[in-house]
């Protein structure tokens, strides 16, 4: 195993998310990579390397262009035209409103590039969106080098980010950046493994018509839990993708025991399409004390995770998404890698 890991990832560091109706300190936060990293550093998980930088061309093969221009430069509009906070979208093209006519204001841009409004953006969002895909893409191309496993310490998150919005906490969608790119590296056909609580929604949006990506997702079930319009297991992929979707929608309270069975057969789904390399959405927000989330998993629960996807046999590489607010992110995060190490 090797983890990739930058500072500079840290340099997002926003003031508010809106929660239960009140502006609160961000659960996605800067901490919860030092959490990971010291867990990683305590039980010697690996070595750490810097990323290596890739631009913006990566980002823009599955990325809106007017969409990254818009993230590049919303903070210094947003500051430019006096507005007294960070940047959080109140107003969408709604179902009442689908104007599709790209407004010019701002505020008009924030909510058209929004998929939600808990997420604000503030200074170096885009910085640290651009590093964060930079260690997915590290993390790939280790492991199409050497077969090795690897871990990218994204941060932000990105399976949310569809190929033109940003939302619960997502920017740029570091799998879908790393996915295709491993398909520009010559594999066939590969698999995104989505582990996190919350729908990889994003994911979904950007290869549902594609064959060439196989998009599995293990969450609460959307008519619960965030994020509400898409996850449901009759989502099986449009035209040549149809059959390339697969959702694994499960009640608040859900255990690991039940979890693992839908693991199993969602690994079963990725064999049968013969994908060549698998990527792994972790996120630990299935944790029993996660502050945002309603699974059941224990912190040992992790340890068999990792040991199953190492059992499954195929290159993988592993990208942080969600999971907050608790010590035990980084004792769940490095028992899936551990796990995965021990079961090779
Ligand atoms: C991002 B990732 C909590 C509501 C949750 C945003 C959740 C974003 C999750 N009251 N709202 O998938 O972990
Ligand atoms: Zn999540």
């Known amino acids: 195993m090797i983890t990739f890991h930058s500072e500079a990832t840290k340099l997002r560091r926003a003031l508010t998310e809106l929660n239960e109706g009140l502006l609160v300190a961000p659960f996605e936060c800067p901490e919860r990579v030092d959490l990971v990293l010291g867990r990683v550093r305590e039980v010697g998980l690996s070595e750490v ?72 953006i503030c200074a170096n969002t885009f910085e640290a969106a651009d590093i964060s895909k930079d260690i997915a893409l590290s993390a790939l191309v280790h492991t199409l080098k050497t077969g090795e496993p690897s871990f990218g310490l994204c941060r932000p998150p990105g399976h949310h980010a569809s190929s033109d919005q940003f939302g619960g906490y997502c920017f740029f969608n570091n799998a879908a950046i790393a996915a295709d790119q491993a398909l520009k590296h010559g594999r066939s056909r590969v698999a995104v493994l989505d582990v996190d609580f919350h729908h990889g929604n994003g994911t979904q949006e950007i290869f549902y018509a594609r064959d060439d990506v196989i998009f599995v997702s293990l969450h609460g079930d959307p008519l619960h839990c965030f994020p509400y319009y898409l996850g449901h297991a009759n989502e099986t992929g449009s035209g040549r993708g149809e059959g390339f979707n697969h959702n694994y929608p499960m009640p608040p309270g859900t255990d690991y025991a039940k979890w693992s069975t839908a693991l199993d057969d969602g690994l079963a789904r990725i064999r049968e399409s013969g994908a060549e390399l698998l990527i792994v959405s972790l996120g630990v927000d299935t944790f029993e004390r996660d502050p945002i989330s309603s699974f059941k998993l224990a912190s040992e629960d992790y340890l068999d995770m990792g040991r199953r996807l190492a059992g499954f046999g195929l290159p993988t590489v592993f990208l942080l998404e969600g999971g907050y607010a608790v010590e035990e992110i980084g004792i769940n995060v490095v028992n899936v890698l551990s796990g995965f190490d021990e079961g090779q």
């Open 49 to 120: 390397r810097s990323p290596t930088r890739y631009g913006l061309e990566p980002v823009l093969a599955v990325h809106d262009a007017c969409y990254v221009e818009f993230l590049a430069s919303c903070w210094e509009e947003w500051k430019a035209i006096g507005m007294a906070g960070e940047a959080i979208p109140n107003i969408w093209p709604s179902r009442s409103m689908p104007g599709r006519r790209i407004p010019e204001h701002i505020e008009g841009r924030l909510g058209y590039y929004a998929q939600t409004g808990e997420t604000s």
